[in-house]
């Protein structure tokens, strides 16, 4: 039996395509997963698909095994090349918006 499952869905909004090489506004993308080497691989792929000032919105619930701190996901989007935006909600459920710099 594996060790987690992985879910993987994406949805890029206004965006031309990113498997041809195209910048997506907005994407939303889901994962599962228990690796941090994963997680950050699949966030840098994020930060490249996005148009500057597209964003990631990054949802968390404290029954997910995987839950993760505002701040560490905060650092972690900072680490992939993204800007920390608005939060909504609290410590048992928020969405954090992750934005791609404007210059970059």
Not at 30 to 47: M, Y
Not at 69 to 97: D, I, S
């Amino acid at each position: 039996m594996p060790r987690c499952i992985s879910v993987r869905w994406r949805w890029i909004v206004r965006g031309q395509g990113c498997g041809d090489g195209g910048r997506a506004d907005d994407e939303a993308h889901a994962e599962a997963r228990a690796d941090k080497a994963e997680v950050s691989r699949a966030l840098r792929e994020i930060c490249g698909a996005l148009k500057p000032g597209g964003y990631l919105v990054v949802a968390e619930v404290i029954g997910d095994p995987h839950y993760q701190f505002k701040k560490k996901v905060a650092k972690m989007g900072m680490r992939a090349g993204l800007r920390p935006g608005e939060v909504a909600g609290g410590f048992f459920a928020y969405t954090m918006r992750l934005y791609r710099p404007e210059g970059g």
